[in-house]
C-alpha cells in the first residue's frame, strides 16, 4: 500500500533544491569575497547560464549556443535589486528543511544565493519518508526548527488551512517576484491557498499523452499529427489495441493504475477530458456522475491494451517501461517526453512524439495539471522575508530552464520559459506541454485533499483488477470522500476553503481559444 510519505512520483530527493533548482550546477565558481565584502552581483549572475549549468553532454547533443533558454527581462534574480538584499538582510540566516540525502548538493546548489544575498542558508535535513509527519509535530509545536520548505503540492492545504504558513503577498509585491509569468493553474494552484499567496510554484507539473513515432507511422502510413492522429481517447483506445504485442514485450498503452494516488490521477487525467470536477460549489463530491464514469469506462478499455503490471504500476514503473521502449503510447508526465530525449535515460530517442490531450465526444480540452511541488516560509519563521527571497532564487526562470534541460524532472511553470525556441529545442514536449496550460484542470488544494486522492484510487484499483464494477468504485469513493470533507469541517458554517476562491484555479480553460 502506498503511504503519503511516499506520494510523489519521485522523491522528495528528486523535488528539492539539490537536483532541482541548483543542482545542476555543480562546478559553479562563486567569485572571492573582495576585502572581507561580498562580490558584484553581475559577476555571479554571468555564471549562473547554459555553460555553468546544463550538462556538456546534454549542451554537445543538442548544439546549445549557450545563448538564454528564458527571457532574461523576466527573469527574478536578474531583475532584483540584491543591492538592497545585501542592505537589509546581509548578516541574516535562513534554515531550510531538506531531503535528508539532498544536504550536501544543496548546500553547493544554494551558494550562489549566499553570495548574491549575503544570508546564510542552514540546511535542516529530515529523513525523505518521514517529512509529512516531521513537518506537521514541528508546526504544531509553534517553533519549526526550520524557515522555508519545499513540498508535494497537494499538501497545501493541509499546511495553510491551519495556519502553518506564512503569507508571502507583501514579500511578493516588495521584490518584485514575477507572478504575471507563472501560468494561471501554477500561480493559482500552488502559490495561492484561499486568496492568499502562500507559495511559489517550483516542479509544474501536466500530465500528457506520448506515442512512439515509428509505430504510429506504420500504422497511420505517414507523420504524427500531434492534433489530428489520435483525436480521441476512442481512438487511443483503437490504436492501443491494434499496437499492442506490435513488437515482442511491447503493449498498446502504458497506464498507472497502481493503488492510491496513482490510479487516481490517471482518472482524473482522463475524466477531466469528459468534464469532470470534484466537487460541487457546496464541496459536495460530484465526481461519480456520468462525466466521472466516462473516465473509469475508458481506463476499463484501455488495461486491456496496456503494460503488464499495470494494476501495480506508479511513475516509476510507467517510466521505466517507457523509456525502455516496452510501451506503443503512454499515459504520463511530460518529463516523459524530455527525458525520452537522452540518449543517457532512454532507448526511444527520436522515436517518439508528445502530442496534445485526446478530446472526448461532448467534453472539453483539459490537460490535467497533477502532483508537483511548491515552496513555502513557515508561519513561525524567524526570517521569513531571507527565506521568501531564497526561495524566489531557487525557483527563478532561469534556474528552472535550465532544470528542463537537464532533463532531471523538476518542470517549470514560466510562460517565458516554456515559450523558448531554444528551450522548445531541447524539451519536445515543451511547445504542447506550454499551449495546453492555458486550458488545465486541477484538483483544489484542500485539507485532506491526498487522502482523498488516495481513497479514491484504492477503489479505482479494485475496479481495474475485477473486484468490483467501475460504478461501485466511484460510489465507494465518494463515500470516502465525504466523510473526509466532513471530518475536515466542510459541512459546517464556516468551511475551511471558500470554494468561490477555489474555483478559478479548478479549470483555466472557460473562454480561451483552443492551441490548434
Known amino acids: 500500500m502506498v503511504t503519503r510519505h511516499s506520494m510523489s512520483r519521485r522523491s522528495f ?23 572581507g565584502g561580498l562580490p558584484d552581483p553581475a559577476s555571479i549572475l554571468a555564471d549562473i547560464s547554459v555553460p555553468k549549468y546544463v550538462r556538456e553532454d546534454y549542451r554537445t547533443l543538442y548544439n546549445m549556443s549557450g545563448e538564454p533558454l528564458w527571457d532574461p527581462n523576466k527573469d527574478w534574480i536578474r531583475t ?34 549566499e553570495a548574491l544575498s549575503g544570508i546564510t542558508v542552514e540546511l535542516i535535513p529530515i529523513p525523505d519518508d518521514s517529512f509529512y509527519d516531521k513537518a506537521i509535530s514541528e508546526f504544531i509545536s509553534g517553533n519549526a526548527s526550520f524557515d522555508a520548505l519545499q513540498f508535494f503540492s497537494p499538501w497545501l492545504g493541509d499546511f495553510a488551512a491551519p495556519g502553518f504558513l506564512a503569507p508571502l503577498d507583501d514579500f511578493a509585491s516588495k521584490w518584485g517576484l514575477p507572478l504575471d509569468d507563472f501560468y494561471d493553474t501554477y500561480r493559482l494552484n500552488y502559490g ?53 504485442n506490435v513488437a515482442p514485450g511491447v503493449a498498446g498503452v502504458g497506464l498507472m493504475a497502481a493503488r ?31 462525466e466521472g464514469m466516462q473516465g ?29 521502449g516496452q510501451v506503443a503510447t503512454n499515459i504520463s508526465w511530460q518529463d516523459s517526453g524530455t527525458q525520452a530525449m537522452r540518449p543517457d535515460q532512454s532507448q526511444i530517442v527520436d522515436d517518439f512524439v508528445t502530442i496534445y490531450e485526446p478530446r472526448i465526444a461532448g467534453g472539453r480540452f483539459a490537460p490535467p495539471n497533477i502532483a508537483g511541488s511548491t515552496s513555502c516560509v513557515a508561519s513561525s519563521s524567524q526570517n521569513p ?12 526562470a532561469s534556474i528552472m530552464a535550465m532544470n528542463e534541460a ?8 514560466y510562460r517565458s520559459v516554456l515559450e523558448n525556441e531554444r528551450l522548445q529545442a531541447v524539451s519536445q514536449p515543451a511547445k504542447v506541454w506550454g499551449e ?33 464494477t467501475a460504478r461501485e468504485a466511484l460510489d465507494n469513493a465518494a463515500a470516502a470522500v465525504r466523510e473526509i470533507m466532513d471530518d475536515n469541517g466542510f459541512y459546517s458554517n464556516r468551511p475551511p476553503v471558500d470554494y468561490a476562491a477555489a474555483a478559478p484555479g479548478l479549470y483555466v480553460g472557460e473562454g480561451n481559444a483552443l492551441p490548434f
Open 385 to 396: 522575508e531571507g527565506a521568501f527571497l531564497m526561495l524566489a532564487f531557487l525557483t527563478t
Open 406 to 413: 537537464n532533463a532531471n524532472g523538476v518542470a517549470p511553470g
Open 80 to 113: 532584483v535589486d540584491w543591492e538592497q538584499v545585501r542592505t537589509e538582510l546581509a548578516s541574516t540566516t535562513v534554515r531550510f528543511a531538506i531531503g535528508a540525502a539532498d544536504t550536501e548538493s544543496a548546500a553547493e546548489g544554494l551558494a550562489p544565493f
Open 192 to 244: 495561492f491557498f484561499n486568496g492568499t499567496m502562500y507559495g511559489i510554484p517550483f516542479d509544474c507539473d501536466i500530465q500528457m499523452v506520448h506515442v512512439r513515432k515509428g509505430y504510429m507511422e506504420e500504422l497511420l502510413g505517414g507523420e504524427v499529427d500531434k492534433v489530428n492522429s489520435v483525436p480521441t481517447y476512442d481512438e487511443l483506445i483503437r490504436v492501443s489495441r491494434e499496437l499492442n
Open 13 to 35: 530527493l528528486r523535488s528539492t533544491a539539490a537536483i532541482g533548482a541548483v543542482g545542476a550546477a555543480k562546478g559553479l565558481a562563486v567569485p572571492a569575497l573582495a576585502q
Open 296 to 324: 473509469m469506462e475508458i481506463i476499463m478499455a484501455l488495461k486491456e491494451n496496456a503494460n503488464e503490471g499495470h494494476a501495480g504500476a506508479g511513475w516509476p514503473e510507467n517510466r521505466a517501461a517507457w523509456l525502455g
Open 260 to 290: 492510491g494516488f496513482w490510479s487516481t490521477y490517471t482518472w482524473e487525467h482522463i475524466a477531466a477530458q469528459a468534464g469532470m470536477m470534484l466537487f460541487d460549489e457546496n464541496w459536495e463530491p460530484v465526481f461519480n456522475g456520468e
Open 436 to 468: 495546453s496550460l492555458d486550458h488545465a484542470w486541477c484538483a483544489p488544494r484542500l485539507p485532506g485533499m491526498f487522502n482523498m486522492e488516495q481513497a479514491i484510487g484504492n477503489e479505482i484499483n479494485r475496479a481495474v483488477v475485477g473486484q468490483i
